[in-house]
């Protein structure tokens, strides 16, 4: 059974930041591309930051393009989710999962509560 364990989260003020990280069992970070996906309120869950396994290439939802660096330590077994200039609207619950022919390939994490007071 394939965990994956988000931590990280908080309350931070508009403008600040967060470091996110994401841990998962076995060798799912190293073999697979990764994504970070957020749900806020009343929303659906969505992609926001993929990061493929083979060269590390890293693509962003226009919403964060700029602000937030997904990276990955192999050795480790981690993927984190640098995220700086933080807005009021990226508040939301925040997952990680591999992502395998465009869709999110195991069960949910419970995800890390990020909220931007303004």
């Known amino acids: 059974q394939v965990q994956l364990v988000e931590s990280g989260g908080g309350l931070v003020q508009a403008g600040g930041s967060l470091t996110l990280s994401c841990t998962a069992s076995?060798?799912?970070?190293?073999?697979?591309?990764m994504g970070w996906y957020r749900q806020a309120p009343g929303k659906q869950r969505k992609l926001i930051a993929l990061?493929?396994?083979?060269?590390?290439?890293?693509i962003y939802d226009d919403s964060v393009k700029g602000r937030f660096t997904i990276s990955r330590d192999n050795a480790k077994n981690t993927v984190y989710l640098q995220m700086d200039s933080l807005k009021p609207e990226d508040t939301a619950l925040y997952y990680c999962?591999?992502?395998?022919?465009?869709?999110?390939?195991?069960?949910w994490g419970q995800g890390t509560q990020v909220t931007v007071s303004s």
């Open positions: 999962n591999a992502h395998r022919g465009g869709y999110p390939a195991y069960s």
């Open positions: 076995g060798s799912i970070i190293r073999t697979n591309a």
């Open positions: 990061s493929t396994a083979a060269l590390s290439n890293t």
